[in-house]
């Protein structure tokens, strides 16, 4: 008898265990399915997705995406919520990639700062990189934003002197040395700001409307006028060949437009009239 129950116990765990095997790999499929045949966010997605979870509440990745898919739909009400169930079975990941979304969809800088430093917390020894970057880079944007430069500098510091020293200064993301610059500029350093706008033309090919753009500022304000109106007409052209700062699905910090580029060029003409 108790050798019949042993046998009935060990039939049991693998019964168990295939169970779950086969609850994960439904669920897997479910999940690829709909991010393989349907583009982010669309229905078809989100219901191939939905579906995973159904079959694995335990499903992480797909919970994840999830969130992100309504979010790219232009669901925030639906996108917190989920993304909070995310956050629950992978805080270590999901906190630093939550204060992303907080910095570009939502605009909100002292809660993704907050998640930032949070992050920090979670991983002492290592520096998080959401979406490819350091969280310190991040950082640098989400302080421009509140427009508290001295942090901003502070973290793109960081950030770039890491990068240097790591892999050399050519492996920079290149907008560090264009926040940083516009950090100086609004905080009225206008030769560091040079420095940094030249540093991102210097491994950007000598392509950037946005900094030539703010070097024509610059240089109006210094009444190198016939310097600034050849800056303005070479990020004009640039900004035509579309060598200027943009994100998809959102605006970037400090976006600038073909307006604002013809403004200063007629302000610049005024000028010198």
Not at 130 to 156: C, E, M, T
Not at 209 to 222: E, S
Request: with cysteine; aromatic share 16%.
């Amino acid at each position: 008898m108790a050798r019949l129950l042993k046998l009935y116990l060990n039939i049991f765990v693998i019964l168990c265990l295939f169970s779950c095997q086969t609850k994960r790999e439904k669920a897997e499929e479910a999940y690829s399915f709909g991010v393989t045949n349907f583009g982010q966010g669309s229905a078809g997605s989100i219901n191939g997705i939905a579906r995973a979870i159904e079959i694995d509440s335990t499903y992480e990745q797909a919970v994840y995406e999830l969130s992100v898919a309504y979010l790219k739909r232009g669901m925030p009400h639906e996108w917190k919520a989920q993304y909070d169930k995310a956050v629950l079975l992978d805080s270590v990941t999901r906190i630093p990639w939550r204060g992303y979304l907080y910095l570009w969809f939502y605009r909100d800088y002292k809660k993704a700062i907050a998640d930032f430093d949070t992050s920090d917390t979670l991983t002492p020894n290592f520096t998080d990189q959401p979406q490819g970057h350091s969280v310190d880079y991040w950082r640098g944007i989400a302080y421009l934003g509140l427009k508290d430069y001295d942090n901003s500098i502070l973290y793109f510091d960081k950030y770039i002197h890491q990068e240097i020293e790591e892999s050399g200064e050519d492996w920079v993301e290149l907008t560090a040395f264009l926040y940083r610059g516009i950090a100086y500029y609004e905080s009225g350093n206008y030769e560091k700001a040079l420095y940094n706008f030249e540093k991102r033309l210097e491994h950007g090919r000598n392509l950037s409307a946005d900094a030539k753009y703010y070097m024509a500022l610059i240089a109006q304000q210094q009444g190198k006028i016939e310097l600034a109106e050849e800056l303005i007409n070479t990020a004009i052209d640039e900004f035509k060949q579309g060598y200027f700062n943009n994100r998809p699905y959102v605006e970037t910090l400090r976006q600038i437009y073909l307006e604002d580029l013809h403004a200063l060029k007629l302000q610049l003409h005024q000028d010198n009239a």
